[in-house]
């Protein structure tokens, strides 16, 4: 499917109506709508690489950090175990990860990069570079800026939001919704 899919066109035109019980929540339905379309982009430009979106997030940290523990990438990447497990399978039938035994502990699952997948970097970094041209080519410089610093407060905010609404000493886990909520 091509970048002017006939699906893609019929879904996504600008004009879409926000549902009346999401007026009190416009940034909120904004962030969906924005995130729903950044990651139907980037499996565009993924596709061809043998890859979906996530996956990819997966190999980066796998080509940063090297070899790592399965466990430790659903954390760095804030997925359940669940999830990962199919992605590093999915990732390991295409032959861009191969994973072992941890030597010390054979219950501890290791994943790390194939070659193919080291052929593939330069590839992915490409398709995240068309990604990130894309979504700012309206943008100059300070606005730009201003986006990416927007977007980094509001995931400290939310990061903070999660983590505190996580918290089992939060009375708020009581049944009782937050006023941020």
């Not at 565009?44 to 430790?72: A, I, N």
């Not at 999830?83 to 010390?104: D, K, Q």
């Not at 330069?122 to 570079?129: C, G, I, L, N, Y």
């Not at 894309?134 to 990416?148: H, N, P, V």
């Amino acid at each position: 499917m091509g970048d002017d899919a006939p699906l893609a066109r019929g879904h996504l035109d600008e004009g879409v109506a926000i549902p009346q019980s999401a007026a009190t929540g416009l940034i909120s339905h904004a962030i969906f709508r924005v995130a729903r379309l950044h990651r139907l982009r980037a499996g565009q430009l993924l596709r061809d690489l043998g890859l979906h979106p996530s996956q990819e997030l997966v190999m980066m940290q796998l080509w940063d950090r090297g070899p790592q523990r399965q466990t430790d990438l659903a954390k760095l990447l804030g997925s359940d175990t669940a999830t990962m497990t199919r992605t590093i399978r999915r990732l390991e039938n295409a032959g861009f990860v191969r994973r072992r035994p941890f030597e010390s502990d054979r219950r501890v699952v290791i994943v790390e990069p194939t070659a193919a997948s080291l052929a593939l970097r330069p590839k992915v970094e490409s398709a995240w570079e068309r990604l990130e041209r894309g979504l700012t080519r309206d943008l100059d410089e300070r606005q730009r800026s201003a986006f990416l610093a927007l977007l980094t407060q509001t995931e400290a905010t939310l990061t903070e939001l999660v983590v505190t609404a996580d918290t089992p000493a939060n009375p708020q886990n009581a049944g009782q919704p937050s006023q941020e909520e």
